[in-house]
C-alpha cells in the first residue's frame, strides 16, 4: 500500500508540475507580447517626436532610436530592429494575432513566422492570411506552423513568388560568427541551386577521399576540403579583379589574395608557459597548440606580443589627424570590435575614430581614438549620442543616449601603453 501511495503521489506531483509548466510558458508567452506593445508605443512616440526635430533626417533618427532600443534591452540592433517591425506589423496589420498573442496562446516564434511571411502582402491579403492561419498557431510547432504559413502565403499570391525570390536573392551573403573551443561558424546564404549543387560537389569529393582508406568523418572531410580550397594560394596577387562572368580568371586571381588573420600571444608562452591566454583577432580565445604554429610558422599572419611591448608609438604631434601605422596596429588589437554598445563588427571594417573630434582641439593619440563603423560614426556625429573616453587611457568609452541613459563599453584586449 505504501508502494502504491508513493506512485500515485509521484504522478499526482507530476501533473501538477506540468500544469505549472504549462501555465509559466503561456504567462512568458503573454509577456512577451506585453513586452512587444511597450515597444510598439515606444515606437510611436519616436515616430512623432522625428517629425518635430529639425536638421535630422527620418533615416539618421530611426537609426538613432533603434541603437537607444537595442542598448536599453542589451540586445543586438538587428534584433531590436526586428522587435521594432514585428510590434509595427502586428499593431498595424495583424491587430487579431496580436490579440490572440496577449493570452500566451503561442509563442513570439509563431508570431515572427507569420510577420515574416506576411511582409510584401497588401493589407487585405495580410488579413486574409491571417484568417486562414491564425486559428492553427497554438496547436502546431514553429516548424509545422512555417510549413503551413509559407504554403498558404504561397496559394494567396502565386505570382509574387518570382519577385520574392530576387528580392532575397539581394540579401545574398557569407557571414562568420564565433563558436566555442576555438572554432567558428561560416553561413553562406544564396540561391538553393547553389547551395545545393555546392554540396553535392563538396560531398562526392569527399567520398571519393573517403574510399582511398581516409579514416576521417566524411563531415571532416568536407570541411577541411573547403577550408583548403578557399585558403589554398597561388602567390603574389595579380592585377584587378576580374569580371565575375569570367569564372577562370575570378578563381585564379582569388587564389592569389593572401589572407591576414592577427594573433596576440603572451610572449612567455611561446618558451612554453602553459598559463597564458591567446587571442585570435575576430573569434576570442583559442589554444596554445594553435597559437603557437601560427606565431611561429604562418607567414599569413601578423603576431602580437603582449609581454612586453615597445616601440609603439601612442602619441602623436597635433600637427598630424592621421593615425601612423602601429598605433592602427595596436588600437585594432586594443579594440577588437566596433566600440559602440553592442555592436559586433570587426575593427578591421571599421575606421577609427577622434573620440574628441580633431577640430575640436582632440589629440591623434590612444586615448582619444576607438574604431567604429560606419553606421555608428554617422551615429555619433549626426545625432544626439555623445561619448567620452575614460581618463586613465584604457579606451573604456561612456556613451550617452539621446534620452539620457550611460552605457559603458570596455576593449577586447587590455594592452600596456608604455
Known amino acids: 500500500m505504501e508502494n502504491r501511495a508513493d506512485m500515485v503521489g509521484a504522478i499526482d506531483a ?8 504549462v501555465a509559466s510558458n503561456r504567462q512568458l508567452n503573454a509577456d512577451t507580447s506585453s513586452r512587444l506593445r511597450l515597444v510598439d508605443k515606444l515606437r510611436k512616440a519616436e515616430a512623432r517626436l522625428i517629425t518635430t526635430v529639425p ?11 533603434r541603437a537607444e532600443v537595442a542598448c536599453a ?4 540592433e538587428r534584433a531590436a ?8 506589423v502586428l499593431s498595424e496589420n495583424l491587430t487579431a494575432t496580436f490579440a490572440a498573442f496577449d493570452t500566451g496562446a503561442f509563442s513570439y516564434r509563431h508570431v515572427e513566422i507569420l510577420v515574416d511571411h506576411a511582409s510584401g502582402l497588401s493589407p487585405e491579403l495580410m488579413l486574409q492570411l491571417e484568417a486562414k492561419v491564425l486559428p492553427r498557431a497554438s496547436t502546431l510547432t514553429p516548424p509545422r506552423f512555417d510549413d503551413l504559413v509559407r ?20 540579401a545574398r551573403t557569407v557571414s562568420s560568427e564565433p563558436g566555442r573551443d576555438g572554432m567558428d561558424y561560416v553561413t553562406l546564404h544564396v540561391k538553393a541551386a547553389h547551395s545545393q549543387a555546392i554540396m553535392d560537389r563538396v560531398t562526392k569529393a569527399a567520398l571519393s577521399i573517403k574510399r582511398n582508406g581516409d579514416l576521417r568523418t566524411l563531415a571532416q572531410i568536407r570541411a577541411d576540403l573547403v577550408v583548403t580550397v578557399l585558403l589554398h594560394s597561388n602567390g603574389a596577387m595579380q592585377g584587378d579583379c576580374p569580371q565575375l562572368d569570367d569564372p577562370d580568371s575570378v578563381v585564379t586571381w582569388f587564389h592569389t589574395i593572401v589572407p591576414q588573420v592577427i594573433v596576440t600571444v603572451p610572449v612567455l608562452s611561446l618558451l612554453g608557459d602553459e598559463n597564458g591566454i591567446a587571442q585570435l583577432d575576430g573569434h576570442g580565445p583559442i589554444g596554445m597548440k594553435d597559437a603557437r604554429i601560427l606565431a611561429a610558422k604562418a607567414p599569413s599572419f601578423m603576431r602580437i606580443l603582449t609581454h612586453p611591448i615597445t616601440g609603439m608609438v601612442l602619441a602623436i604631434d597635433r600637427t598630424r589627424y592621421k593615425v601612423p601605422k602601429d598605433l592602427r596596429q595596436w588600437l585594432r588589437t586594443r ?29 591623434t593619440n590612444h586615448d582619444n581614438l576607438a574604431h567604429l563603423c560606419r553606421s555608428h560614426h554617422m551615429v555619433k556625429g549626426e545625432t544626439e549620442w555623445a561619448v567620452a573616453q575614460a581618463p586613465d587611457g ?25
Open 14 to 21: 507530476k501533473v501538477d508540475a506540468l500544469a505549472e509548466l
Open 55 to 65: 536638421n535630422q533626417s527620418r533615416e539618421l533618427g530611426t537609426r538613432s532610436f
Open 73 to 76: 534591452l542589451h540586445v543586438s
Open 81 to 88: 530592429e526586428n522587435l521594432i517591425g514585428v510590434a509595427a
Open 151 to 170: 504554403r498558404t502565403r504561397d496559394a494567396l499570391d502565386p505570382e509574387s513568388i518570382d519577385t520574392r525570390h530576387e528580392a532575397a536573392f539581394e
Open 335 to 363: 579594440d577588437g570590435t566596433c566600440r559602440f554598445p553592442g555592436c559586433g563588427r570587426l575593427a578591421k571594417y571599421c575606421d577609427i575614430d577622434h573620440t574628441q573630434e580633431w577640430q575640436h582641439g582632440g589629440q
Open 394 to 418: 584604457s579606451g573604456t568609452l561612456t556613451w550617452t543616449s539621446p534620452m539620457g541613459s550611460n552605457y559603458v563599453t570596455h576593449p577586447a584586449n587590455t594592452l600596456p601603453v608604455d
